[in-house]
Structures are given as structure tokens and as C-alpha cells.
Nanobody
């Protein structure tokens, strides 16, 4: 059974930086599209960024230019480097792994809290 474990969240001041990590296990990591989602109180979960095994990335407009998703297939780990953080980035951030085998299968991490506040 595939498992995802996020780490790296915390409290940071506006303009600061954090790097989130997501370690995958029990899966052939390179076969999955990896993504980061976030959910703020009272809001729906939104896709932040995705990265394919081959290095193709996509970003939500709200984070493009500030966040960078990357993955290390040898380490079975995906990262989210978050720079120039804003209070509106405050949310629980979730790691996601997606594979399509007749239908889509999703694995989710437990989430890590990111709070941007002065």
C-alpha cells in the first residue's frame, strides 16, 4: 500500500520561505504524477502544483513564480519550495500521488500545516 508523509510545515512571517517534503513508500514512485494541494479553513481544496516523472510542472496562478515543485525519483520524494509567502498561503498542504490504471488512483498524505503570519 502506497503511503505519503509530508513534513516541513510551520509558522513563517510574510515574505519568508518554507520547503515542504513528501516521502513516498510502498509504490513505484516514478509511475506517479505528484502534486501538492492545499486547503484553507472555509475553502475547498485546491491544486497548487504538479510534477510528472519526466519533469513537466504546472502551477496554480496564485503561486506561480513563488513556489517551485520538484521531485527526486531516486529518493522517492517530492518537494515544494515556497518563497515570498503571503498570509493567503496559510493552509494545510497535502501531498498527492496519482496513477491512471483503468481509472485514477490517488494517494494522500496526512497534511502539514503552513501558517504565514506576523
Amino acid at each position: 500500500q502506497g503511503q505519503l508523509v509530508e513534513s516541513g510545515g510551520g509558522l513563517v512571517q510574510p515574505g519568508g520561505s518554507l520547503r515542504l517534503s513528501c516521502a513516498a513508500s510502498g509504490m513505484i514512485f516514478s509511475r506517479y504524477v505528484m502534486g501538492w494541494y492545499r486547503q484553507a479553513p472555509g475553502k475547498e481544496r485546491e491544486l497548487v502544483a504538479t510534477a510528472t516523472s519526466g519533469g513537466s510542472t504546472n502551477y496554480a496562478d496564485s503561486v506561480r513564480g513563488r513556489f517551485t515543485i520538484s521531485r527526486d525519483n531516486a529518493k522517492n520524494t517530492v518537494y515544494l519550495q515556497m518563497d515570498s509567502l503571503k498570509p493567503e498561503d496559510t493552509a494545510v498542504y497535502y501531498c498527492n500521488a496519482k496513477i491512471t490504471l483503468l481509472r485514477e488512483y490517488h494517494y494522500w498524505g496526512q497534511g502539514t500545516q503552513v501558517t504565514v503570519s506576523s
